[in-house]
Antibody
Framework: QVQLQESGPGLVKPSETLSLTCTVS????????WTWIRQPPGKGLEWVAY???????NSNPSLESRVTISVDTSKNQISLKLSSVTAADTAVYYC?????????????WGHGTLVTVSS | EIVMTQSPATLSVSPGERATLSCRAS??????LVWYQQKPGQAPRLLIL???TRATGISARFSGSGSGTEFTLTISSLQSEDFAVYYC?????????FGQGTKLEIK
């Protein structure tokens, strides 16, 4: 059974770069697309970015100038970097698998990791 | 970006009764809409895709309907494990967008 596990620092200072890793276990990264989705405390969900096993990527226009997403197939990992963070970036960050149908919805999720932006 | 609006924000229903949750899109998304369930401390789970198709392993108590801008998730005969937050999400238009969620609580 495929499982996703997010990891990374729980506290990031304003203006610094948030870095997270998603490790896929129980299955292969290929041939899927993998995404990051975030949820600020008490608020709704926001899609951040996705990347394929081969490195094709895209991100939410509202964040794309600050987002870097990458994949390491040898480690079965997907990474997210979000630069110049502010308190508005405080959220639970989820790793999820994009459905193989090609449509941009998500059929498998990790449990998420809370990142707080604070000095 | 398409704005998804869910109502009500909180719905109180007794076990065994039926719950009806609504999701409205700011412009047509055809039937390119999914529903997720999220329990406290857990990851969201895909319930419905294509507005009305249950995802693999989802109970027949869950049904989705609608097209265009108006969508409904109906849960018949509520069980204790159904009390959770439900989100709709459109994938018709770039970028995809989510509703703010409806919290289904025990009355």
């Amino acid at each position: 059974q495929v499982q996703l596990q997010e990891s990374g620092p729980g506290l990031v200072k304003p203006s610094e770069t948030l870095s997270l890793t998603c490790t896929v276990s129980g299955g292969s990264i290929s041939p899927y697309y993998w995404t990051w989705i975030r949820q600020p405390p008490g608020k709704g969900l926001e899609w951040v970015a996705y990347i394929s096993y081969s490195g094709n990527s895209n991100s939410n226009p509202s964040l794309e100038s600050r987002v870097t997403i990458s994949v390491d197939t040898s480690k079965n990992q997907i990474s997210l970097k979000l630069s110049s963070v502010t308190a508005a970036d405080t959220a639970v960050y989820y790793c999820a698998r994009k459905t193989p149908t090609g449509a941009l919805y998500f059929d498998l999720w990790g449990h998420g990791t809370l990142v707080t932006v604070s000095s | 970006e398409i704005v998804m609006t869910q109502s009500p924000a909180t719905l109180s229903v007794s076990p065994g009764e039926r719950a009806t949750l609504s999701c409205r899109a700011s412009q047509s998304v055809r039937t390119n809409l999914v529903w997720y369930q999220q329990k406290p401390g857990q990851a969201p789970r895909l319930l419905i895709l294509g507005a009305s198709t249950r995802a693999t392993g989802i109970s027949a108590r869950f049904s989705g309907s609608g097209s265009g801008t108006e969508f409904t998730l109906t849960i018949s005969s509520l069980q204790s494990e159904d009390f959770a937050v439900y989100y709709c999400q459109q994938y018709d238009n770039w970028p995809c967008s989510f509703g703010q969620g409806t919290k289904l609580e025990i009355k």
